[in-house]
């Protein structure tokens, strides 16, 4: 018995899907959205610790400055995703009671 070859929609043979999937994408805070609360939800339901600090903040710190602070310039603490950890499930995007995070595609963050 003869084997034919396995065919899509419209009689075109099917090509190994691994060699064309698209990355998935990473996410990203929108800085000009986030809330930068101590126990953001964001960063409760990360399932690979991917939301970590703005680079060059401690934890410890109070993430967030007074309304006074921030229009006389003072920095402000924050939340960004490392994207060597970010799986692309996007479940951080669900959660995120401010719609700050956004999907971007791999290697353009």
Known sequence: MA???????????????????????????ESSECDRAPNCPVRQICPRDAIIPLEGQDTEEEPRKSLFGLLKGQPSHGWQVDSDRCSGCLLCAQYCPHDAVVAKARGAV
């Open 3 to 29: 084997t034919t070859p396995d065919h899509g929609a419209g009689g075109q043979e099917l090509q190994d899907t691994a060699e064309h999937e698209t990355p998935r994408p990473v996410a990203y805070i």
